[in-house]
């Protein structure tokens, strides 16, 4: 992240969780952003940075789609806090009301964090608490007023320069995943209950162009395809199929997901969100793909990989498949949920 100005998400969830239903958590947020990291056991931390420009989106927008991610597939309320980095955002979510987002722009982090106590720093203990209120003490902003000789003197030469560059809402660490992510996901949920099945068609074209890109993005293929159709009435069913070889190619994924489509039979079904998930995931420079003897589909990779290049630099409405035309407007109220 390097060179540019990270958005750090906290999100703490409002309910009693299962280890198993945590883990439904973190892959629900990894279909925002590979860079998700456990705080369990009610809590989890985003980087954004990537994301944004992926989804063009605001980081406050960014926020409130995770925490109607959270709400609409697994009934989860959650209040947030969005900075620049971990602690901020720790800090800015503790003092989120509950179902609310607290930002602090970098900008404004330094008169943000003078007037709160010093007790709100991640780290102060009862002891150090206690030895900074005997000296008058109380808030963050006397620990940055006072000068370092003083403060050191009180607490020591490491712990006081630690506490000086919290005070100073400085924070280095980085969001790290536990492990590299197993798989992707994109999913869509509809702004009414759909029994059309040209849309539930596009739906699923289009959430397979999404995958596509982000496998390219990262620089993987993948080897196996999930689709998950949640309904009405909040039942669901699922099918999956091996892909004929590992591939971040947007056709052959849009070919797969349709006939996990077509073999599900919905027909007139009441649907209200789609999944797709890729896993089996491996690097795309180790990947081997089967020659072709199609120019047509030479050239659709260069396509594909110019297309990809504007979304980076323009964002990721820049360009689309012309499949996909009709869906771009005809959705707009539509929920890219990832």
């Known amino acids: 992240m390097t060179g ?72 989860i309320d959650s209040s947030a806090g969005l900075a620049g980095n971990r602690m901020l955002a720790t800090m800015a979510a503790d003092a ?23 007790t709100a720093l991640p780290g102060i203990g009862r002891a150090t608490a206690e030895t900074l209120s005997r000296y008058g003490l109380h808030t963050i902003g006397q620990i940055v007023d006072i000068p370092a000789a003083t403060l050191q003197r009180l607490l020591g030469v490491g712990q006081a320069r630690l506490l000086t560059e919290r005070a100073r809402g400085h924070d280095p660490r980085p969001v790290t995943p536990t ?10 949920v509809l702004d009414r209950d759909c029994l059309d099945p040209a849309r539930h068609h596009q739906a699923v074209l289009r959430l397979a162009d999404r995958i596509g890109q982000r496998l390219r993005g990262e620089k993987q293929v993948a080897g196996r395809l999930t689709l998950t159709v949640r309904y009405a009435d909040r039942s669901s069913s699922t099918r999956t199929r091996p892909l004929p070889e590992p591939s971040n190619h947007s056709p052959t994924l849009a070919a797969a ?8 039979g919905l027909q007139r079904a009441r649907v209200r969100a789609f999944v797709i998930r890729a896993d089996d995931l491996r690097s795309a420079d180790g990947a081997h793909r089967q020659l072709s003897l199609d120019p047509g589909d030479d050239r659709a990779r260069s396509a594909e990989a110019a297309a990809d290049r504007a979304r ?13 035309a009709h869906d771009q407007r005809g959705q707009g109220r539509a929920l890219l949920m990832s």
């Open 96 to 118: 989120s009301a509950p179902g609310d987002t607290t930002w602090v722009p970098t900008e404004q982090a330094a008169d943000w964090l003078y007037p709160r106590p010093v």
């Open 312 to 324: 980076r630099r323009f964002g990721s409405g820049a360009v689309y498949p012309a499949t996909l």
């Open 257 to 264: 997901a349709l006939g996990l489509l077509t073999s599900l």
């Open 4 to 75: 540019r100005r990270r958005h750090i998400a906290h999100l703490h969830l409002h309910a009693a969780l299962s280890e198993a239903q945590y883990d439904d958590v973190i892959e629900l947020m990894s279909g925002i952003t590979p860079h998700v990291q456990a705080v369990p056991p009610d809590a989890v931390q985003l980087d954004l940075t990537s994301a944004l420009r992926y989804f063009d989106l605001s980081p406050y927008d960014m926020v409130q789609t995770a925490k109607m991610r959270l709400k609409l597939f697994y009934d």
């Open 179 to 188: 492990e590299p992510a197993a798989h992707l996901t994109a999913d869509l």
